[in-house]
């Protein structure tokens, strides 16, 4: 299990920023909901998902995301 936190106070990487400012700004959608902007967040999350179990060497259902460190 990787801890990648820091208790909410680690710096942002500036690629993962303009990333997210896409569905910050203008793709907001909930990715539970079955909508054209839910389903476009849907698939974002599992880019990212599969993008990160790479660069670690994991498989994509390994990785979890969750709302903050309590979870």
Do not use: C, W
């Not at 993962?16 to 400012?21: A, K, S």
């Not at 909508?35 to 179990?53: D, L, M, P, Y």
């Amino acid at each position: 299990m990787i801890y990648l936190d820091n208790a909410a106070t680690t710096m942002v990487d500036e690629r993962v920023v303009r990333e997210m400012d896409k569905f910050h700004l203008q793709k907001y959608g909930n990715a539970s909901s079955f909508h054209s902007a839910g389903k476009q967040a849907k698939q974002a999350v599992e880019k990212a998902r599969k993008i990160i179990a790479k660069s670690i060497n994991a498989k994509p259902e390994e990785i979890i995301f969750t709302s903050g460190g309590t979870e």
